[in-house]
């Protein structure tokens, strides 16, 4: 069992529900890093795999096609995936021994799961997920809720693959917090309180 | 599309997570009613279901033997179970109506899910509760986790038949509480600000 002296608090969160920007908010007030894009990038460095590989690899692998021969490529997907997977918990393990933070993403919950962490989940409802995801991302082209949709999927597929756990369920997480209807502020000051 | 001016607080909870004590005192500092036991006496002299009948048939019904024929039984059964769920609603709605309250179990928040009230739902690890209805519903003879399993599975069937949702997905809920990890207090501070 591993354990963590520090404080880390933990968000798993649905595409467009502002679970990023609460962690950034809550981090902030509590004068701790955050970490998200920052955190494949350390990875990445500390596992070989270069920044645009691990971009290409993650949650969007299923869709690439790195390889001609497309039953050699699945082979090589999935050992990439695994690797993949091992370095980003190697990389999760050290920023949490390096001091009190906040981690978004990356089932960084689940691989803290024995840690002295506080693993909480931000959703809120499709409609006001798209809504946002055009504010704070702009258009793409592609439909807004079929976006969502696609994104959740991946997610889904992701989460249950590597942890063997249903994603969304409240079961493995502290506290979990529909941000749509609380509001972005509600949830991080529950969350700057109790960390 | 049902409105309240009034605030509710529904709990869904499972067995021996303390959601029950947690709306008690949640209402308890608001000085609003907790609708539990009452609700059940409540809606069944509203429909006519005796008191004992009405907790015969509802969440042990399938195991309840109330006819000799078995095909007649099952076919009553369900009968029952429908106007008792028909009758349930009924009250809940009308309690909601009454005023603010917190109610407790039911399905409730399924119920009022249009209405202006704040869904909440508490759980924790099954040891934990294990222990838990030791101390507050004392010894049985049976297996404090064997009888947390048998009710799980009751409650997760009884709400999945009538409201078509995943137990336990965080996605039906505003907030979400491991009470367990967090505690009683912190789980009761949280909902009382909040609401």
């Known amino acids: 069992v591993f354990i963590l002296n520090n404080r880390i608090l933990t968000i798993s969160r649905q595409f467009g529900s502002g679970g990023r920007t609460i962690g950034k908010e809550v981090a902030s007030i509590l004068g701790v890093p955050c970490y998200d894009q920052e955190l494949i990038e350390l990875f990445a460095k500390e596992s070989g795999f270069s920044e645009n ?19 050699n490529q699945a082979r090589q997907d999935v050992y990439l995936q695994r690797a993949l997977w091992v370095a980003q918990e190697k990389a999760i393990l050290k920023l949490a021994q390096q001091g009190p933070c906040v981690i978004v993403g990356r089932c960084a919950g689940h691989i803290l799961q024995d840690a002295n962490c506080l693993r909480t989940y931000i959703h809120a409802e499709e409609s006001l997920r798209a809504k946002r995801i055009v504010e704070v ?23 249950q693959r590597y942890t063997g756990k249903k994603c969304g369920d409240a079961a493995n997480f ?6 749509g209807s609380l509001g972005i502020d509600t949830c991080v000051n529950i969350l700057a309180h109790l960390f």
Chains 1, 2 share one sequence.
């Open 53 to 71: 590989m691990v971009a290409e690899l993650d949650e969007h692998s299923a869709k690439r096609k790195l390889f001609s021969d497309r039953a």
């Open 137 to 159: 991302y702009g258009e793409t082209g592609e439909d807004p809720l079929q976006r969502i949709r696609d994104k959740d999927k991946r997610r889904k597929e992701y989460y």
């Open 174 to 179: 502290h506290i979990a917090l529909d941000s």
